[in-house]
């Protein structure tokens, strides 16, 4: 056997400890032969197997293939049912292990402690110690059994005590609970049965029994030392929490025992006193003993030192009532001090509490963040200061960290068969006498099985114990190397090396020191990696595999090897090892683009800048070539080599990078591109895509030298910046290039500049960005911005420059054929622009100048024309140009129809009249006129002369605005025009209505304007006359009939009569049968609406009648038409139904007939004319038409006579009435229907009138019950006399009161002999009794009581009949009786159908009973007819 460690703690044995392969545990193994002499329980508990070589030995269960584990092993319960015996916990469902998160690793070992698993199972087969119960851990582990053993362990799992006996057990029960001191000289045990032991751990001897420290029947919960070791507390499954005081006194052990709260108050099911370790003994808040408690309720933190204190209360979000509630203490630095914190949960939220002492010597208690979980919580253990261990109900474990709330890892913890408590929470032992809530909480209760000492958890299954710690981490890398996750254990070690990592044990010293050794042991994993990436590499498979893997692998070495700055590691190291793969060599050099480019690589060894050119090379890839050239320090690359590959490829940004950067050279790589383009754009020849492209880049290269910065990224060097300038303004002024021919013209650089593109180079010259703060000598000062002549005024070389360069592109261009126009304007668009600037520093000759104007006002140059004259205009906005003529300035505009440059001269002279003419004529802005006009009639600042000019040019124009946009003219009328209004609509109607597009133009103007006139206010509308409105009505019967009747219902300003007329003549009879309908024309309006009805089933009839006999094509068109037309038919009818209705209530019963009838005959007759057609679609849309004719017509005219009125057609009189025959049945149904629902209705009012009664007769006929058996007003007993008869009155309330001091107190109305006399309560509704409520209510329809009984008591003359009661009843309803029926009338939910159909029957027909037709709305129906039937 090895060498066992020699500490007394568990946490030092655990870091010496090795990991090795979890065995199952064989029963085989430990069977005993027969012997003569069985063994004692001692000599069997202590022995050793001879197998094991290690007593320490933690197994790493992480890493477990479950596929090969021995099934039988752990195919076992949950073991809630050895321990409650509730077959539920034996189906409890397996889960699969989960996988650790990449991010965090494995963080925590899971380890069975062999030795003592061992020796639980052999406790239990053998000597019938009975399966294990409890688990507690300080310097020693210690077991108790179902038999009331107690294991003691040391921290080499060997068996040191075996504590009690059988015999204990089968008088005391089960180990119910297990607590050590922080000496680890005593143990208490807590059993079944209710009693407790103390036991010396140094000797093992019994120190006390303690049977009557709660009360008796009860099973011990919980038992716990707390930081005095003459002080724990203990709690039974009554809910109650004691506190029990260990005393010797002359050699006499005893125990006092207090109660701390009791179970009636709120059962308590979860205990926990604060335990301080060692390093914080002289923490002040150890000298309060706090105690915290859990209940079904709420939690609870009290002191019991120096004096019982309950510090605070916290009662319970809603949870779930069978969660089960934790607690848990921990010291945790908050702030720079540490301080005690108190997890506490129920359910699925971790609840934080820190607790502090104050100066007042007071406890107080800060609620902290909470963690909210989606798993029901059944263990809570502090691991260390920051990290928690939670098992859920699925047995589920997880690692959370709780500054940050992350869940760490998750572990499955079904192998281990966590014994459950369940059976002590129940109280089986002692008669299951607990109350339903705990024993729901005891079914998930687990307290027993998991103790944390240390940094330690043991947990306790029913053959097994296992220890938890947390991994350092070293360990949590090695964990995910031995399964092949590189990639995860580099980004877990790069967590430690920035320290972002949760959890983390064993790194020391200071940040420097835990950098460098993490780094080394990343060099050494990045090494591992390589060398597992090519070996592991497929040896045969496609060249896309091969890729794949390496591009898995490649990029994650060179990211880390720069996170660590460790290029030689990369370059000399792990790229020789890859270079020996080909695929790997062309992955890792393609890798390497994206970090050179994003800079993080910036200097390459010269063997692979050579192997990197070659594969680009070689594999076409030019365009990243060049992007890893232009970051890449110059001094790590072959210039000559580079440049050469650089040319021939037309790497033209990597040629200017290498002489800049290598050489100081900015001009070189401008002779080379000139050279280049500058021949083929000098003989005019079509220029190709890369010319264009060499082009721009040289017009970019050229602004970004004069702006100091470096092409194409970078700044230039500061001491270089103004050299640079000034040698690329001495290049492009050159007069020939350095091999001129001598056909070449003077200044060929900036001649192949303007041909290539004279506006981009003229926008260099110009700056495309500015920003004033630049400055050309301030080498300080970057910019992104691009510099040029603003940039350069104070320098006197850079100005003279700058006019050297305008003089060059004058001479270079004005009079010279070469250049188009276009081009010309461009420079002379230049010059102006700077000539605008306020610090123009230009000199231009005064007759140039007028050739800019002359060139800007060109009326025959039609390109450009608004940049023209937006360059002019800022000419005249900065006043840049002073010494001009306005006269002949305005002349020019006026050609070249520059509107803007007008307004400006018109604003100038405040003829703003003339600008409505600058805007009427300006093709671009003629809609802004509207906003203009209005703006200068609303802003102050103007004045009134030229408001009246500027209306009387609004007035002139009206017909051209009004054709420009009627909607805008007429707000602008609204606003200010209204006292001209009507003068401009008879202007508007004279001039206007020649055209019709000129009367749609009229028209809508009249309806903006009128649509505004409806809405607005009384005292702001327009003075309009009739007329008007009703030009308005004519000219919308011409454009928008659809509309018209929307309008009639809206306006109210129009005459009736001429509406009448102006429908008429346009033939809008809809309209026009409102408008008579509005004039009380009733016959006349039915009639318009009857011819339309005609018209539109004529209409039908003749499409259906035209489309018999046509082609396929034909007949769909025919059909689709029909559709149509059947939808404008059912639309009017709806329309006349709905006028019938609205005409029916006041007329007689013949004028009724005289609107349904002429309807009626009209629908029949149709049915006639489509009658034996093909198109069954129509046919029977006008039957079902028909019928709902019929059925409205029902609410109002009588069945027999709208029968008599079909039968007296000819066609139906001579006996033909098998056509009607559907008209007939469904009258028929119809009279059914209405039959059966006014039974139905008169038994259901039946029936709630029954019910009503009943029940108020039953509340009335209740008897009463006083209170109490004296005069609420008195306060004497209503017998004040014996030998005297005195009535009373007892109300519903339970009030009792004399007659008299009723009357005294004013109470009642009217005379007090009155036999009916209504009384009130006088306690319950006068102000004096405080309840009032009845008397503020004089005015209700009825009193309000349920019953009233009066009766006279006392003692009558001899011979009568003592107790005689007289009772008289009180038929009113008071206050109370009022309330009873309200309540009453609630248990009926849902309005009463009598209400229902009040309301339905508000507009019943006087003559037709039984017929409910609605007033109001109109759009409501009662449909009192079945769906009606067609004949097939």
């Known amino acids: 056997m090895s060498q066992s460690p020699d500490s007394r703690s568990l946490l030092s044995a655990s870091s010496q400890l090795n990991l090795m392969e979890v065995e199952s545990i064989d029963d085989k193994e430990f069977d005993i032969p027969q012997v003569d002499t069985p063994p004692t329980l001692e000599s069997i508990l202590s022995q050793m197997e001879e197998e094991e070589e290690d007593p320490f ?90 038999h009331g053993l107690a294991l003691v362990f040391d921290t080499n799992q060997a068996l040191r005590l075996c504590l009690g006996s059988k015999t204990t057990g089968a008088e005391f029960g089960a180990v119910s609970a297990l607590s050590i001191n922080q000496d680890c000289s005593r143990v208490l045990c807590g059993f079944a049965k209710g009693q407790i032991t103390m036991w010396d751990l140094a000797n093992g001897k019994l120190l006390r029994t303690i049977t009557d420290a709660h009360p008796p029947g009860t099973a011990i919960l919980h038992v716990k030392f707390t930081d005095d070791p003459t002080l724990a507390v203990c709690n039974d499954s009554g809910g109650s929490v004691f506190e029990l005081t260990f005393r010797r006194v002359m050699g006499i052990r005893s125990c006092d025992s207090r109660c701390l709260f009791s179970g009636s108050k709120g059962e308590v099911c979860c205990i926990e006193p604060l335990r301080t370790p060692p390093d914080f003994r002289d923490h002040p808040i150890t000298c309060y003993s706090l105690l915290a408690m859990a209940s079904l309720t709420k939690i609870l933190i009290i002191g019991l030192k ?32 540490v301080n005690p914190m108190l997890a506490f949960c129920k359910g699925d939220s971790v609840h934080f509490l820190l607790v502090k002492k104050e100066e007042t010597d007071t406890i107080h208690v800060i609620k902290q963040r909470q963690l909210q979980l989606s798993c029901d ?30 869940i760490l890892e998750t572990l499955d913890l079904e192998q281990v068969q966590l014994v459950y408590n369940s059976r002590h929470f129940k109280s089986l032992a002692t008669g299951g006498n607990v109350s339903q809530a705990l024993a729901l909480v005891g079914e998930k209760a687990c307290y027993q099985s998991l103790s944390s000492y240390a940094g330690q958890i043991v947990c306790l299954g029913t053959k097994s114990a296992h220890i938890m710690s947390l991994r350092n981490w070293k360990e949590r890398l090695d964990c995910l190397l031995k399964q092949e996750h590189f990639t995860e254990a580099l980004s877990l070690a790069w967590s430690f090396h920035e320290g972002t990592a949760k959890a983390v044990v064993g790194l020391h010293g200071d940040s420097q020191k835990r950098k460098a050794v993490i780094s080394d042991k990343m060099v050494e994993i990045l090494l591992h990696f390589t060398e597992y990436a090519v070996k592991k590499c497929p040896e045969q498979g496609k060249l896309q595999v091969l890729e794949q893997h390496f591009q898995e692998v490649v990029p994650v070495l060179v990211d880390y090897c720069l996170l660590l700055q460790k290029a030689d590691l990369l370059f000399n190291q792990l790229y020789s090892r890859l270079v020996e793969n080909m695929v790997a060599k062309g992955v890792f050099l393609e890798s390497l683009e994206s970090y050179i480019v994003a800079n993080r690589l910036g200097h390459i060894t010269t063997p692979v800048m050579k192997d990197l050119l070659a594969h680009y090379h070689d594999n076409g890839m030019m365009d990243s070539l060049e992007r890893c050239i232009v970051h890449l320090d110059v001094t790590s690359l072959d210039i000559q080599q580079v440049v050469q590959v650089c040319w021939n490829n037309q790497l033209y940004d990597a040629v200017i990078y290498i002489f800049n950067r290598g050489m100081n050279d900015y001009i070189t790589p401008m002779e080379k591109l000139f050279s280049v383009i500058g021949p083929r754009v000098r003989e005019g020849r079509s220029l190709t895509g890369d010319d264009v492209v060499m082009g721009n880049k040289l017009l970019v290269y050229i602004s970004c030298c004069l702006a100091g910065r470096a092409y194409p990224i970078g700044d230039i060097p500061e001491d270089l910046v103004v050299q640079v300038k000034y040698q690329v303004f001495e290049f492009l002024i050159r007069l ?67 006019q050297r360069i305008v003089d060059i592109l004058l001479q270079v261009m004005v009079d010279n054929p070469d250049f188009t126009p276009s081009q010309v304007g461009g420079l002379f668009t230049f010059l102006a622009r700077q000539l605008a600037k306020p610090n123009n520093t230009l000199f231009v000759n005064r007759n140039l100048f007028d050739q800019v104007l002359e060139f800007l006002c060109c009326p025959d140059d039609d390109s450009r024309h608004t940049e023209r004259q937006q360059v002019l205009l800022e000419l005249l906005q900065v006043g840049g140009v002073v010494q001009f003529n306005e006269e002949r300035l305005f002349t020019l505009a006026e050609k070249a129809k520059f509107y803007q440059i007008c307004e400006f001269l018109y604003e100038k002279k405040h003829l703003y009249d003339r600008i409505v003419d600058c805007y009427l004529q300006d093709p671009l802005r003629k809609a802004e006129i509207f906003s203009y006009i209005h703006n200068l009639m609303s802003m102050p600042g103007y004045s009134s002369e030229e408001k009246l000019k500027v209306k009387e040019k609004v007035l002139q124009h009206m017909q051209e605005l009004v054709s420009l946009d009627p909607g805008k003219l007429a707000d602008l009328v609204v606003w200010h025009f209204t006292e001209e209004v009507q003068t401009i609509i008879s202007e508007l109607q004279a001039s206007l209505c020649v055209s019709l597009q000129d009367d749609s133009l009229l028209f809508q103007f009249l309806r903006c304007l009128l649509k505004f006139q409806e809405g607005c206010q009384a005292t702001s509308r327009l003075p309009l006359e009739s007329e008007f409105y009703e030009l308005l009505l004519d000219l919308m019967c011409r454009f928008e009939p659809q509309e018209l009747l929307k309008f009639l219902h ?29 004039k009380g024309d009733i016959p006349g309006a039915f009639a318009g609406l009857l011819q339309t009805l005609k018209e539109r089933l004529d209409v039908l009839a003749a499409e259906m009648s035209g489309g018999i006999g046509g082609g396929v094509d034909g007949r769909d068109e025919e059909e689709a038409n029909g559709e149509f037309t059947l939808t404008t038919v059912k639309s009017s009818l709806n329309q006349m139904i709905l006028f019938c209705h609205r005409n029916c209530q006041n007329l007689d019963q013949e004028q009724r007939k005289d609107l349904w009838f002429p309807l009626l005959d009209t629908m029949m007759a149709s049915q006639k004319e489509v009658m034996g057609l093909s198109d069954k679609h129509i046919s029977d849309g006008l039957k079902e038409m028909t019928l709902k004719v019929l059925n409205c017509m029902s609410s109002f005219i009588s069945l027999p006579a709208i029968i008599q009125q079909i039968l007296q057609d000819p066609v139906y009189g001579r006996g033909k009435l098998a056509e009607i025959q559907g008209l007939i049945l469904g009258m028929l149904d119809t009279f059914t229907y209405e039959q059966t629902l006014l039974e139905t209705t008169t038994n259901l009012l039946n029936h709630d009138l029954h019910w009503s009664l009943a029940h108020l007769r039953s509340a009335v006929t209740k008897g009463l019950h006083p209170r109490q058996d004296c005069c609420n007003i008195c306060l004497q007993h209503y017998k004040r006399k014996q030998d005297a008869s005195e009535e009373i009155i007892v109300f519903s309330c339970g009030h009792l009161y004399h007659l008299q001091c009723l009357q005294q107190k004013d109470s009642g109305w009217g005379a007090a002999s009155e036999p009916q006399q209504p009384w009130r309560c006088y306690k319950c509704s006068s102000s004096h009794g405080g309840r009032g409520g009845a008397c503020s209510e004089p005015n209700r329809s009825r009193s309000a009581s349920l019953a009233q009984t009066r009766f006279s008591s006392g003692h009558h003359e001899k011979g009568t009949e003592t107790h005689r009661k007289k009772v008289v009843a009180v038929a009113t309803l008071d206050v109370q009786q009022e309330l009873s029926w309200d309540h009453l009338r609630g248990l009926y939910r849902g309005p009463s159908r009598l209400s229902i159909l009040s309301e339905v029957s508000h507009g019943h027909s006087s003559e037709k009973a039984g017929f409910l037709l609605p007033a109001q709305p109109e759009s409501f129906h009662l449909k009192l007819a079945p769906p009606p039937l067609f004949e097939e």
């Not at 004096?307 to 089960?324: E, G, H, R």
């Not at 010259?765 to 703060?773: G, I, K, R, V, Y």
């Open 1050 to 1078: 809206t306006s109210q300003h129009y005459r009736l009569e001429e509406a009448i007329q102006i429908t008429e003549k346009y033939h809008c009879n809809e309209a026009k049968a409102y408008l008579l309908e509005k």
């Open 306 to 337: 120096p004096s019982l204190n309950v510090w605070m209360t916290l009662p319970y979000t809603k949870s779930d009532p069978s969660s089960v509630p934790q607690l848990a203490w921990q010291f945790v630095p908050v702030q720079k001090t």
């Open 57 to 146: 030995v933690l197994e790493d269960t992480c890493l477990l293939n479950t596929d090969n584990m021995d099934a039988q092993s752990y195919d076992t319960s949950s073991l809630a049912s050895s321990d409650s015996g509730d077959p539920a916990h034996l189906k409890r469902k397996r889960r699969t292990l989960d996988q650790n998160a990449a991010v965090h690793g494995s963080v925590l070992r899971l380890s069975l402690l062999k030795g003592i698993s061992a020796q639980i199972v052999a406790a239990a087969d053998k000597v019938d110690a009975g399966l294990p119960t409890a688990i507690a851990m300080s310097g020693v582990i210690a077991v108790g059994t179902s």
């Open 736 to 802: 020939h290039s350095g091999d001129s021919s001598q056909k070449e013209e003077v200044f060929p650089f900036i001649h192949t500049l303007l041909h290539f593109d004279t506006r981009e180079f003229l926008n260099v010259l110009a700056m495309t960005e500015e920003s004033p703060s630049m400055r050309t000598d301030f080498p300080n000062t970057r910019s992104c911005c691009i510099q040029t002549f603003d940039d350069v005024q104070n320098d006197k070389q850079a100005l003279e420059y700058q």
């Open 377 to 406: 919580i059944i263990s809570l253990n502090w691991i260390n200061s920051c990290s928690l261990v939670l098992l859920d109900s699925h047995e589920k474990l997880h690692v959370v960290d709780r500054p940050t709330q992350d």
